[in-house]
């Protein structure tokens, strides 16, 4: 979470890691504090998976991949980015 180094990684060579939530998992590239603060993380969610509603302190950012990201502001397609000021409730489905 060095924003003044410059960091490059391949996320492809990381394994996934299950979220707290069931059939939610993911690669957490940065994050600032366990479950709270900044985070960045890749997000995979298996059929019918949801993430609770949840607060990011710091804020959170989202690219979406595939599919389609639905959370209490939208549905956001593939290809969108996003991104949540801090104290915005985030996950909700």
Do not use: C, H, L, Q
């Given at each position: 979470?060095?924003?003044?180094q410059c960091i490059v990684m391949n996320t492809n060579e990381q394994g996934w890691?299950?979220?707290?939530?069931?059939?939610?998992?993911?690669?957490?590239?940065?994050?600032e504090e366990a479950e709270r603060g900044h985070a960045?993380?890749?997000v995979k969610y298996e059929p019918g998976a949801t993430f609770s509603r949840h607060n990011h302190?710091?804020?959170e950012e989202i690219y979406v991949l595939e599919d389609t990201f639905?959370?209490?502001t939208g549905d956001y397609p593939a290809g969108t980015y996003f991104q949540?000021?801090?104290g915005l409730p985030a996950g909700a489905f």
């Open positions: 979470m060095d924003f003044s890691i299950a979220s707290p939530i069931p059939g939610v998992w993911r690669k957490p590239p940065g994050r960045t993380s890749i302190p710091g804020g639905p959370d209490e949540n000021p801090n």
